[in-house]
């Protein structure tokens, strides 16, 4: 193992996307992509959000071996509420070297900091505890700037969508981000000591945002497969990825991740406990708990996944499930629970949990372990009665200025859907949902990003602020980098629709900017202003591979005879000619569409021949038309002649 | 061209879809497709729907160059109303031999018919008119048997869903058939001249069903590859198919796709039509389109598509439009109403296409020409202008007993779609629906089979009786085989979320039986019971491919340890063998779920430690318990020990 994670064979993807290029806005150097369109358009570039970091960025020199800039140290320490402290050492079983099948090894990262931050004491770092005092931070403003992207274009635009109550603002104001976060209705997750990432928001508000899971297990994958999937992952569009490794080598497969990720890294550290303990549930304590909760806030973690909500009593409403209980991390504490016949120490240490917390600003993502995992568990008693508690335990996070995040479902039918996104809100106090899919039905194993893409992108548009991705390999195996894209881009297409029918602001410039490009045959921007440019030109060119049927007005579905896009072309082309407007058209055509419905009824009444009454006015108009038609050129193939023969 | 249809050219993919075999149920010998279980599970077979006709029945003798037998002659020949006629001669350009580019051809199909049927004069063979009569036909009983599966098991069972005012009966009877077809909520699709088809039913209170679209253009495909797709679409679930073929051979590759299929076909003849007049819209009249329906009826098209909807006075209202007149046979008509300024020949000719259509029972899918091509133009004047014409039209072709259904969009954002279906079933008397997509979002050309499922599946759920398919190539290229599968697949799992939402009886029988086999790690039965077994395994053994790995009680996503599902079920076992009621365990737990708001809410008023107060009783229990779990074998890897050591 040890080699797959050498320098050489430290491989990861670099370079804009085609027909993107980067660029940093405002004062803090916002970055996004703006795409650039054919000149025949004379459109502007068209800005779209980009979590992509410097791996996209032709001026930057990537190092995966340093690391990447600190791009938020100096904003960190300028608030002098932090102070430095030796890094907890590393200890053999925090890379999992007990118990059996601990062979092997990897490389630790080679620029390790050996002091870290954490606040002075009785301090609190989390941008919710600022937010309260009224200060906007850095991070809020770069926020502010990062969701605007298009919008002042915007001004006075007429809102079209149905947002179930969202306040959504025309206009993003670093004051309107720190007002999100200070009610906990958004959280931006970054830990002091993840000064790498650049900042972001989590909020039903804000762009519905999406995360990613990578990992590995004692079964599968390495941590070189693992860093390109993150750069990988973030290059098609994850805001935030998880770390679920497993089995061997946690720590220093984190330590490589958070070092070279610009976006937020969460965790659930639940799975580093046990292996601690050898994979024995039972063995856990709050000790060992604690003690992971520090080595990873220390490394930088942004948000911990934590299944407080996995009470006792509420393990026996499992049961009678088809699928019992499918979370990990909830499974493992229940089985905590029944061992012991105690309560989770996670709910009962809770307080103790927030201390850490505020130390590191590490945001709580409370953990669904009692989800359903089939469509006969859904929104059963066991998960509304967790629910329940993890809103008792936002609200215990809030006394503490903690930045919280609700994980939801899972497995969910989608007439049962917006129940599940009502509950929450009301539960929880409009703490951001964080859902997996959910999955719309069970029985597609394959195409469970599609399954599970249904119901994320209806949940979405219900109010979920962060959409976790599920890949084609969901129940079957673990992603690979295939995988890994196609769950990233159907995961963006759905954040997206769901952007769309909440009527964000600006989410519908880049449909419509693609749907020019699609209708003027500008093939080349209908590919970069698409979320996936390269596969989009590869399944074009299966068929019309020649360079120049990329400027064809037809493609390879129709035929050059067919395009009815070239075909409306000239109908307008025609139209225009005519130089009159639609009213006049109408006067001039046989029958206004309020007379047809009374047309029809008579002519099915006597069912009698079909020749439509008319006008003297309305054939003389009839007549006139016909004759600017012939003197315009007989077809009508006025312009796209040429091109057709070519 | 001529050899690739060339006998040993012609390929199709045969026998049973992995862990299925075809039974024939009842005295009509009704097909379906039945899922063997593990023995240890059980469970009976698991019956599913299966359109995919003899090609995947063991005992069946496929010949493309005969075509299938004649499933319905008799039925058909039966009821003595029809009367046999000589065939209308082929001629040149039904094969499009017209204008530039038609050199190459395809060879006729071998065993064409000399001799088609047609209704005696006077008579009216569609289904509705014998729906409206009170005659229960053999077609009728067939679609009862065949929609019912397994809800005869299901008596009492209680409905879970939300169906938006349908009228889903717990169990189909033939007569319940013949009302929804009489009153024209549902259609039975199959021309008296394709007897080889197996009756199927298309209506809102039947299981939603999909199309999917295979042909050829003058650019790419040829005949063998369109009828390989044929038996390769209906293989993973396509209930019925078009023949969009443009270009040449149009005629001999619909006969070849006819003969040899089981499910209704449906075109739009206003193709063929154009490409007798040499691709020149303005050429095309009455004269020639009543050819061509009678050419293709006499060929067995069970549905045509008809753009009668597009009318001269609602071609203005697209001038305005992002991607103006996105279908085909709108555009080709708009071209047509505007060169001649006069209004469609298919609007004002409509009631003679209906005595065409009546002699050989060809279904109206009336298409939606006007339908929206982008976000931007959705649910516009253009469109619902049209629609209120198609409701008109609607009410016609039912003064002639005559099966319709109205086609929908396309492209509209998810908060315009139930507008769509309301809009619909108000305006066309609740006739079937049948919605392309609609497309959720512009933005992900690649990915347009998912950003379209997404509004497949929640129309299907608002009352859509049928959605055709779109595969990744649309918008970019003519879908091959493998894009078809994946079309296919997509549109089915759509389709069943749809089924699962309304509450249809049976639907869920099947998501339950997966997950049943999932979480007791039955992975063949996983693999089998899932709409793509091939590539649920596929994906499986990427990771884990040793045959071992298939009753392996954990999968390469979580390991051995980590396995949930594992874990779950020892802790249920370790619950069993308390042998007590949850209420008895809850009793014994520390604190009822009843009690915990207090506690928490006490607990966070005075921010004190979190140590639950307990109370002796619950203590003792909790004693009881701890020691019954020892004894029981400490760590619970009761039995699966035994594996996770291998």
Redesign the interface.
Known sequence: MADVAAPTELQVTTGPIRGSRKIHVGPLNVAMREIVLDPSCDEPPLRVYDPSGPYTDVNARIDIMAGLPELRRDWIVGRGDVEQVAQREVRPEDNGQLGPDRSGGVQPFPNVRKQVLRAKPGANVSQMHYARRGIVTPEMEYVATRENLGREQLIGHIRD??DFGASIPDYVTPEFVREEVARGRAIIPNNINHPESEPMAIGRNFLVKINANIGN????SDVAKEVDKLVWSIRWGADTVMDLS??RNIHDTREWILRNSPVPIGTVPI?QA?EKVG????DLDWEIFRDTLIEQAEQGVDYFTIHAGV?????????KR???????G???M??WC??????SFL??????ICEIMKAYDVAFSLGDGLRP????DANDEAQF?EL??LG??T??AW?HDIQVMIEGPGHV???KIKANMDKQLEACGEAPFYTLGPL????????D???S??GA??IG?FGCAMLCYVT??E????P?RDDVKVGV??Y???A???D????HPAA?M???A???A??EFRWRD??N????PD??E???D???PAEGAKTAHF????????C??K??????E??AKQNQS?DS??A??????SG??GE?AS??DD?GG???TTTPEAEA???A??DI?KQTG???YIGAAGRERD
Not at 500 to 503: H, I, Q, R
Not at 555 to 561: L, R, T, V
Not at 588 to 593: E, G, M, Q, R, Y
């Open positions: 969508g149905q297990s004692a079964v599968a497993t089995g799975y046990l994979g024995i549930a039972e009470r006792l009593p509420y393990i026996p409403m499992t049961a088809v699928t019992g209980i499918v979370s990990r909830g499974s493992i229940a089985k029944l061992a012991h016949h105690q309560e709910y009962t240490r809770f307080e103790e995992g089939s469509i006969a009665a329940h508690t008792e335990l609200k215990i006394n039918p989608m007439h719309t039905t069970d029985i597609a194993p394959g195409y990003h599609i399954t893409g249904i992108a209806m548009w084609p390999k129940h079957l195996g673990l690979d881009v159907t963006k297409l759905a997206h629709a769901a769309l029918a909440k009527g519908k880049r449909d419509d693609l749907s020019r699609r209708f209908q590919f202003l698409s979320l996936d596969t989009a590869q399944y074009h299966q068929t019309l493609c390879s579905m129709c035929g050059p005879k067919f009815s896009m075909i409306t072309a000239e109908v307008r025609f139209a639609a058209f109408l001039a055509s046989i029958l206004p569409h047809a419905a029809v002519r099915s069912g079909l020749a439509p108009g009839m007549a038309m016909s038609f007989s077809e009508l």
